[in-house]
Structures are given as structure tokens and as C-alpha cells.
């Protein structure tokens, strides 16, 4: 994953499937946001 990478076509055919889609995220960003949130 990463920021600004999208592909909404794919996203459709997987979510169809049942699959969950996460665009547009970062994980090193988000696992940064997480960790503050615990600490606080």
C-alpha cells in the first residue's frame, strides 16, 4: 500500500468478491498514527 495509488476498477471487482480494499494509505503512517494513539 501506499499513498496516492488507486485503482477504483480493481477495487469494484474485489469488493464484488467480498474482499476488502485499502487505497491510498500508508503503512508506516498509519502504524505511526496507532502507536501515538496508545501511548497517549
Do not use: F, P
Not at 14 to 31: D, P
Request: hydrophobic residues 45%; proline residues 0%; aromatic residues 0%.
Amino acid at each position: 500500500m501506499q499513498l496516492n495509488i488507486e485503482n477504483r476498477e480493481a477495487a469494484e471487482l474485489l469488493t464484488g468478491k467480498g474482499i476488502h480494499v485499502v487505497m491510498n494509505r500508508c503503512i508506516k503512517v498509519e502504524h505511526e498514527l496507532l502507536i501515538r494513539q496508545t501511548v497517549l
